[in-house]
């Protein structure tokens, strides 16, 4: 005999929600017969209950069960699969076969921090889960929508003597995902420390970045930090996508350029599909003699 319960809470944003009640089975395991309502063993909770999310970003959910009754117990955490599919944003998600698991990894893939729970009399124990959505789907457009996904649980184990219910649950934690298409900003550059006498010494930057995401990219730019041959950070400044242009840095950990000298072009919005060339010198003093230079941008002006 089974018993599910699903209460689903689904935001028509770009969210992940997750719902707040678990469906158990049970199955007779010992040599007393079950209660006819048996006993509800733990009951879930998750934070945060709403997750934005987008092609490309990582997600995580804490889950946390809590034991409500007294006997030390262990539930096993098997598997993250989806189990439905709509195209566009959805509430009413239905839930068919799950997907194969080659199908499955073109969305996402996903860990959990803990894959059993050990769960002391009326105490909790937590698990994180991360969820890892992929930028295939920039080619395949119909993946982005509202999924139905389910996390499986194992059967109870009983790590102390049974209780007067000698029973075993075992079930699974609905989620709602929905996907919204997003900007991706990808780069392709080359960066060199150019030293003079006397200074300032200047870094150039110089290649393209290309919007290989569905929607328009807003706040778009280079973030650039260098350092010294100690370590030390010398510049910590986020740059438009630019070409010709020349940037003053004011010096220190977490500052940012100062000045814009002049130049051809500067973009902070980028198009899907839209590529620039960049060509920015960023003045500084010291030397660098390593740095990062990462694309940013938001997917809301």
């Known amino acids: 005999m089974k018993r599910r319960n699903y209460i689903i809470s689904i935001a028509l944003i ?3 929600m997750v719902g707040l009640v678990v469906y158990f089975g049970y199955s007779s395991i010992g040599t007393e017969s079950p209660a006819s309502t048996p006993p509800l063993l733990y009951t879930p909770s ?3 209950q709403i997750i934005n999310a987008s092609q490309g970003s990582t997600q995580q959910v804490n889950l946390t069960l809590t034991s409500i009754c007294s006997t030390k117990i262990e539930i096993p955490i098997e598997a993250l699969t989806i189990n439905g599919y709509t195209i566009g944003i959805s509430d009413n998600v239905n839930a068919s076969s799950p997907w194969s698991t080659s199908v499955q990894e073109d969305v996402f893939n996903y860990s959990f921090s803990l894959n059993q729970l050990i769960l002391q009399p009326f105490k909790s124990n ?5 969820i890892n959505l992929t930028d295939s789907f920039n080619e395949q457009p119909t993946t982005l929508g509202s999924y139905s996904l389910d996390i499986s649980f194992g059967k109870i184990i009983f790590l102390s003597p049974p209780s007067k219910y000698d029973i075993s649950y075992s079930g699974g934690f609905p989620i709602v995902m929905i996907l919204a298409p997003s900007a991706n900003l990808v780069s ?7 030293p003079s006498s006397p200074p300032p010494n200047l870094l150039n930057i110089s290649g393209n970045v290309t919007n290989t995401g569905e929607t328009t990219a807003y706040n778009a730019g280079l973030h650039v930090v260098a350092y010294t041959s100690t370590g030390t950070v010398e510049i910590n400044v986020t740059v438009p996508l630019a070409y010709d242009e020349t940037f003053n ?8 350029g100062g000045g814009l000298i002049g130049g051809s072009y500067s973009v902070t919005e980028l198009d899907s599909g839209q590529t620039v060339d960049i060509f920015s010198d960023i003045y500084h003093e010291g030397t660098v003699t390593n740095w990062t230079v990462t694309p940013v941008w938001t997917n809301t002006p």
């Open 188 to 194: 392709s550059l080359t960066t060199g420390e150019y």
């Open 126 to 130: 937590s698990t994180i889960i991360t």
């Open 46 to 48: 998750v934070s945060p």
């Open 249 to 256: 840095q004011d010096f220190g950990t977490g500052a940012v």
């Open 14 to 16: 770009v969210i992940v």
